[in-house]
Nanobody
Framework: QVHLVESGGDSVQSGGSLTLSCTESTYHAKIYCMGWFRQAPGKEREWVATISHTNTSRYADSAKGRFTISRDAAKNTVHLQMNKLNPEDTALYYC???????????????WGQGTQVTVSS
């Protein structure tokens, strides 16, 4: 069983930065794709970024140029560095993982519980 644990959510002011982290705590051997989704109040859940086991990363247009995803494969940990945050980034951020490729659209098998990011103007 894959267990994803997120951390790093917080409240920040517009223009600020945050780093989210996620660890697959059971050290599952075959997590090839990890990433992040988010869900803002009253909106559908949306894909933010993914990174493969070979460190190939992809970003949603809303994240390009502001967010950076990175991965420590040995620790099954993924990070999301978020800069230039704005109120539209306010959402519950979910860590996700899958044993398959980072195919688009990404439909991960495993989901964390989410960590809240709130950006005030």
């Amino acid at each position: 069983q894959v267990h994803l644990v997120e951390s790093g959510g917080d409240s920040v002011q517009s223009g600020g930065s945050l780093t989210l982290s996620c660890t697959e705590s059971t050290y599952h051997a075959k997590i090839y794709c990890m990433g992040w989704f988010r869900q803002a109040p009253g909106k559908e859940r949306e894909w933010v970024a993914t990174i493969s086991h070979t460190n190939t990363s992809r970003y949603a247009d809303s994240a390009k140029g502001r967010f950076t995803i990175s991965r420590d494969a040995a620790k099954n940990t993924v990070h999301l560095q978020m800069n230039k945050l704005n109120p539209e980034d306010t959402a519950l951020y979910y860590c996700v993982a899958d044993g398959g490729r980072c195919a688009m659209p990404f439909e991960p098998t495993y989901w964390g519980q989410g960590t809240q990011v709130t950006v005030s103007s």
